[in-house]
């Protein structure tokens, strides 16, 4: 049995699944619920100021897309910041770390942007003996409207000086929550980092609109005629979360800083792929409020399952293996030729590889065979782009097969050149290296 | 209602009222919207789907799946209906196992068709419940066309004429409308007088005079059409049967022919009062005796047994017909035909038979026979043309008994084209029939109007 205990910034749990700041983690309740249920930690939803709390709306929250079979696909809500009492969620905090000492319990927190918010809020925080802070620079809507949430992680410059307030006033950990809403993730990364943050969690959500709602004309969810853009989660997001861990991975000025990954994590194997890129933990909200709890039996069996049909006894021994794998395009190997190679016995005949390559690539597979229907690719025209394989609905009915070194593509007429190349010594490239180097 | 399923002899009212509503109502329930969509998300939109390749009227099925998708039930239905304007129909009645569904490439994936017929019927369904019409008629262009019958091939080649502006006549000898959808295939199958909604659907496009109650070669004749119309179609379908050739055939009571028997039922809104066998023997293998065979058993008779002179295989009904059959208390034997009809005081009291074997190829009596107690023998041992449903007209060409026709669903005489089950080579089915009266409507069009004057017709029309 795999060993799922997890040690982030000091801070122990079971397993490495967090259920991230959000509805599910807003009450004792439903937080008591996760525990029992075997959630490893979770980070309460996000606390503001001592004060009158915010208001939500009183229509709906929420909005989706769905696949085949209105499967969830994408999700996206305007709901605020917990809108109870502060008092009240200190007070359920320190019970239900009291009642479940060896689960993680991290606060998140979003208050104005001065110092003596945030000296204040971590006072009263420290005394429900939570294992560590949040900072919540994330959530795109509502709150970023009054100069919180995202509005403070677009800008690195108030990132570095809230994560310096906050170190300062506390000896609690300190996590920085980032917004995807910007354009290069390795600047508010590497902001959290010289304001002396402990570690960066990400992604927030991403604004969005999921849909016009055609009767009413106006985007959902629709209060009373009117919407507004919220925040976009669920497993649409994880690619856009797998390439922003990667690059604060992957970044000299960041590498080796703990990540918290978050985004569409659903399935053990999301979490294998976060933890592959160098994440510490995970944290879950979509697939909890789509499921509920139950998931984490899925996700801790599968993850230990899978580590022991690898060898791997801990987390540790496949933390990050992914990380050094992910590169610039201009160093991708330009010697690698692949070809699709279609499993007669697999496949099924709908075709779909086939309309594909013809009408939106390169005609490179054949629907007729000695007057049959049968789809085989022309090797000579198929440029291995990957089309047919996503579009098969058969799993490893077509793959990518690589040419050996020494022989002839039959698309270009060139032998298969050994060893490895790349775009930045290539002759077409007029910045070419030269080649003495 | 002393009568129950034990009763000897013929009797009607075996069943409570709750079994005959039961027993006829809808063979399979419809889809509602919700399980139209779950189903809908398993179709993979094939290129060149092997689906609509199957299908004798070229539905463009990925589409009105994909069309289901995307919640447009009436753009779905327009996709169907203007390929096969029996839509509705064939969704009922189609052996779809045989055709659209065996070919669907779910059946390579994982033994599970999209259930393309039920799929259909949605949104056919919903069309006919909302009233749209998704038709309009070109521009008038005084043509003339007589249809003769009106059943699947003459209201499709009718529909398709009138879409292209034509005036269409359409003589049919019965009282009502819709031919074997109305008068021949299993209450069950099309419940709620779904033929005639049907037909009112497809009339209701205008273009259509209908003269019901005409017989051809009595009230009207080829010559009088051929000369009162620019154009003639016969869909006159068979009007009739093949015999036993046993003796007593035609004189024993209990003794009747399977279509004939269905029609009646059909006619018969209240079941009950239908008279049926305790013991039922159904002489065939193809639809009609199935059709016969489970009507028989769904109105009360005790033992229903389908034989045919050949192997399951060899059944013209499909294996899910078949299994339909068995499914109802069925039982089907094989590999026996019919040798002698044996009553007593005038009434039917069973049937002998042979059994067979087939030797060097070509079926044989064994010499060894077997005797079914029996007080109804249905026999549905196949149909066919007459020369009275042709009005004596012996200058069609002929071939096996039934009209030839060319691609286009021309005969042999200028100016008549055929299709349906009347015409050589067919499939015996409705959707065939449709096709026929499809391709024959666009091959008048195109005759009558000429091939330039044709591509812009069809082109408004499309």
Known sequence: MADLRTNFLGIRSPNPFWLASAPPTDREVNVTRAFKAGWGGVVWKTLGSEGPPVVNVNGPRYGAIHGADRRLLGFNNIELITDRPLQVNLQEIKAVKKAFPDRAMVVSLMVPCDEESWKAILAAVEETECDGVELNFGCPHGMSERGMGSAVGQVPEYIEMVARWCKQHTRMPVIVKLTPNITDIRHPARAAKRGGADAVSLINTISSIVSVDLDRMAPTPTIDGKGSHGGYCGPAVKPIALNMTAEIARDPETHGMPISGIGGVTTWRDAAEFIALGCGTVQVCTAAMTYGFKIIDEMTAGLSNWMDEKGYATLDDFRGLATPNVTDWQYLNLNYVTKAVIDQDLCIKCGRCHIACEDTSHQAIANMVDGRRMFVVKDEECVGCNLCVEVCPVQNCITMQPMAAGSVDPRTGRVVQPGYSNWTTHPNNPMAQVAAE | ?462
């Open chain 2, 1 to 462: 209602m002393s009568a129950n399923r034990s009763t000897a002899g013929i009797a009607s009212g075996r069943l409570s009222t709750a079994e005959y509503t039961a027993n006829f109502g809808d063979l399979h329930a419809p889809l509602d919207r919700h399980e139209a969509h779950v189903e809908a998300d398993r179709c993979y939109f094939c290129f060149d789907a092997p689906c609509q390749t199957a299908c004798p009227t070229s539905i463009d099925i990925p589409l009105f799946i994909r069309q289901i998708q995307t919640d447009n039930p009436m753009g779905s239905a327009e996709t169907i209906l203007k390929a096969n304007i029996f839509g509705g129909m064939c969704a009922r009645v189609c052996p779809t196992e045989t055709l659209c569904e065996e070919a669907c490439v779910r059946n390579e994936a994982e033994g599970k068709p999209v259930k393309i017929g039920l799929l259909q019927r949605y949104s056919t369904d919903a069309l006919l419940d909302r009233g749209h019409q998704p038709f309009r008629r070109a521009p008038a262009t005084g043509k003339r066309i007589a249809v003769v019958g009106a059943g699947p091939a003459g209201l499709s080649c009718a529909h398709k004429l009138a879409e292209h502006g034509h005036e269409v006549t359409v003589f049919e000898i019965r009282p009502r409308l819709g031919g074997l959808n109305e008068y021949g295939i299993a209450s069950y199958k099309a419940p709620d007088d779904f033929a005639q909604r049907e037909v009112a659907f497809i009339l209701s496009l205008g273009g259509i005079t209908v003269e019901t109650n005409k017989r051809l070669g009595q009230d009207f004749d080829l010559a009088s059409l051929r000369a009162d119309f620019d154009a003639v179609f016969l869909g006159v379908g068979l009007s009739g049967v093949n015999q036993l050739g046993l003796v007593g055939e035609g004189e024993l009571g209990g003794v009747l022919d399977a279509v004939d028997w269905i029609a009646t039922l059909r006619q018969t809104p209240d079941k009950s009062k239908l008279p049926v066998g305790r013991r039922v023997v159904v002489i065939g293998g193809g639809m009609t005796a199935v059709d016969a065979a489970v009507q028989a058993k769904r109105l009360g008779a005790e033992e229903v047994t389908i034989v045919y002179r050949r192997g399951q295989d060899a059944m013209k009904a499909s294996l899910y017909e078949q299994q339909l059959a068995q499914t109802n208390g069925v039982l089907i034997r094989t590999w026996a035909t019919p040798a002698e009809l044996t009553g007593d005081a005038g009434q039917v009291t069973g049937v002998t038979f042979e059994r067979t074997a087939e030797v060097a190829g070509k079926l044989a009596g064994t010499g060894e026979r077997f005797t079914l107690p029996a007080d109804m023998v249905l026999c549905a041992v196949g149909q066919l043309l007459t020369p009275g449903d042709l009005g004596g007209a012996d200058a069609l060409a002929l071939s096996g008994g039934r009209i030839v026709v060319d691609d286009e669903r021309r005969t042999s005489v200028p100016g008549i084209w055929a299709g349906g089950d009347c015409v050589a080579g067919g499939q015996d089915l409705t959707v065939s029939a449709v096709e026929d009266g499809k391709q024959a409507g666009l091959s008048i069009n195109r005759a009558l109007m000429g091939a330039v004057a044709t591509a812009g017709a069809a082109h408004a029309a499309e």
